[in-house]
C-alpha cells in the first residue's frame, strides 16, 4: 500500500453549491503536483446534498456528528491518511490549485504554515469590511503581543501542518476559535510557525456564510485571554495595585491639593479599594499559571517557576501575617485615637487615615496568607494510579 503524503481536509456542512469545485481543484493540484494524496470532506451533518457530491467525486467522506467548525475539523484531521495536511473551508474562497508553497515550508522543517491574505490579496468583496480593518487586525495584533507569535494573519482558514505535531497539541475547542487555538497551542509549544502568501476570492455561496462577526469574534478573544494568564490578570493587577497605593500612600498621612481639586479619605477609601482589587487579580494570574501548567494546559515559564519556587508557602504565609499584624497595628492607632477622645465624638478625616490602610492590610494580608495555602495545594503532584 503507498503511503499518503497529503491529506486535504474540508469541513463541510451544506456547501453543495461549492464542494465539487473545491474537490476537483483539490484533486488537481495532487494530480498536477505528483503527490500522492487524499481528499477528506469531513461533514458536520449536511442535508442539501454535500455527502453524495463528495463520494461522487472520489473524495473520501468522514462524517463528524459533534457540531460545530473546530470539531469538523478534528474530526477530519484525526481520520486523515496524510503525513502533512492542508486544511481549508470549502466554499471556494481559497484556491485549492495553489497548494505548493505550503507543501514547500513543511518540506523545509515547518511544522504549521499559515496563509496570510493581507499578504497574498484580497479580492473585492472577499472580506467584510469590519473584518478586514477592525476584527482580524485586532485579534491578530492581540494573539501577537500576548503569545509573542509572528503570524500576521491568526484566522486565515487556509492552513498547512504535519498531522502528528497538530494532534500533539490536543486541540480542544469546537467553534471558529479552532483557529486561534491551533495557532496559539503551536506558539505555546515552541513548533516552527511560518506564513506564505494566499489569496481570498469571495464566497462561492449564494446562503449567508456560517461566520457570525459578534459572537465568533467574542469567542476568539475570550481564548486568547483564557491562555494568556499575565494579560487577563496579571498585568491589570500590578497597574491597580501600583496605581493605587501611589494615591492612597501620600493621602493616609495629609489630604492632597491637585491645582483646585482636593482629595481626602473618601479618595483614600477608592484608592485602597483598588489596591486590594490588583493584588487579588496578580493571585489569580497565578492561580491559574499553576493549575495551566499542572493540567498541560500552560507551559512553564521560567521567570514565574523560578519567583514561586523562592516565595514558596512559608515565606507567603510569612507575608501575609506580617500585613495583618501591621493592619492591627494601624486599627490599633484608631482605637486609641478613640479613647483618647473618651469614646466620643471624633474627627473622621483623621481616624479614616488610620482605620482604612489598616483595613487594606488586613484584606491583602489574609487574602496573601490563604492564597500561599492554594497555590501549595495546586502545586500537589498526585501519584499515577492515586497511589
Known amino acids: 500500500m503507498t503511503d499518503v503524503r497529503l491529506s486535504i481536509v474540508m469541513p463541510c456542512l451544506n456547501e453543495a453549491e461549492t464542494l465539487e ?9 495532487l494530480k498536477e503536483s505528483r503527490i500522492e494524496g487524499e481528499v477528506v470532506i469531513a461533514d458536520n451533518g449536511s442535508a442539501d446534498g454535500s455527502q453524495e457530491i463528495a463520494k461522487n467525486c472520489g473524495a473520501r467522506l468522514v462524517n463528524v456528528p459533534q457540531k460545530g467548525y473546530g470539531s469538523a475539523l478534528m474530526g477530519g484531521i484525526a481520520a486523515a491518511r496524510g503525513e502533512y495536511v492542508v486544511m481549508g473551508d470549502a466554499d471556494d474562497s481559497y484556491d485549492f490549485t495553489n497548494l505548493q508553497p505550503f507543501i514547500s515550508a513543511l518540506d523545509d522543517g515547518a511544522d504549521l504554515v499559515m496563509g496570510n491574505r493581507f499578504k497574498g490579496g484580497i479580492m473585492p468583496g472577499a472580506m467584510p469590511f469590519l473584518h478586514r480593518y477592525l476584527g482580524n487586525p485586532v485579534l491578530s495584533g492581540l494573539a501577537r503581543a500576548f503569545f509573542k507569535s509572528k503570524v500576521g494573519d491568526f484566522h486565515c482558514g487556509l492552513r498547512g501542518f504535519r498531522r502528528q505535531a497538530i494532534l500533539d497539541l490536543n486541540l480542544q475547542t469546537t467553534g471558529m476559535e479552532f483557529a486561534s487555538e491551533m495557532v496559539v497551542k503551536a506558539a505555546l509549544r515552541g ?10 476570492y469571495p464566497d462561492g455561496r449564494t446562503r449567508p456564510p456560517h461566520l457570525r462577526t459578534w459572537s465568533d469574534g ?8 483564557l491562555y494568556s494568564p499575565k494579560w487577563l490578570f496579571f498585568y491589570p493587577g500590578i497597574f491597580m495595585t501600583l496605581f493605587g497605593l501611589l494615591v492612597s500612600i501620600p493621602l493616609t498621612f495629609a489630604p492632597v491639593h491637585i491645582g483646585r481639586v482636593r482629595l481626602d479619605i ?3 477609601m477608592y484608592a485602597s ?7 487579588q487579580s496578580v493571585l489569580f494570574s497565578i492561580f491559574t499559571y499553576v493549575f495551566g501548567v ?3 494546559l500552560l507551559p512553564h515559564d521560567a521567570a514565574t517557576d523560578k519567583f514561586l519556587s523562592r516565595v514558596g508557602l512559608e515565606k507567603g504565609i510569612a507575608l501575609g501575617a ?5 493592619g492591627f497595628a494601624s486599627s490599633l492607632g484608631a482605637v486609641f485615637y478613640w479613647s483618647a477622645n473618651r469614646f466620643g465624638d471624633i474627627d473622621p478625616a483623621r481616624s479614616m487615615r488610620l482605620v482604612i490602610p489598616g483595613a487594606m492590610l488586613f484584606a491583602l494580608g489574609f487574602q496573601i496568607f490563604f492564597a500561599s495555602f492554594f497555590i501549595s495545594i495546586l502545586n500537589i503532584k498526585l501519584r499515577q494510579g492515586g497511589k
Open 218 to 225: 467574542w469567542r476568539h478573544l475570550k481564548f486568547l485571554l
Open 273 to 279: 479599594l483598588l489596591s486590594i482589587i490588583g493584588v
Open 294 to 296: 499542572n493540567a498541560n
Open 266 to 268: 473618601n479618595t483614600l
Open 322 to 326: 506580617g500585613m495583618i499584624l501591621l
Open 191 to 200: 513548533l516552527k510557525v511560518v506564513e506564505v502568501p494566499t489569496a481570498l
Open 21 to 29: 469545485t473545491c474537490i476537483r481543484k483539490a484533486q488537481g493540484f
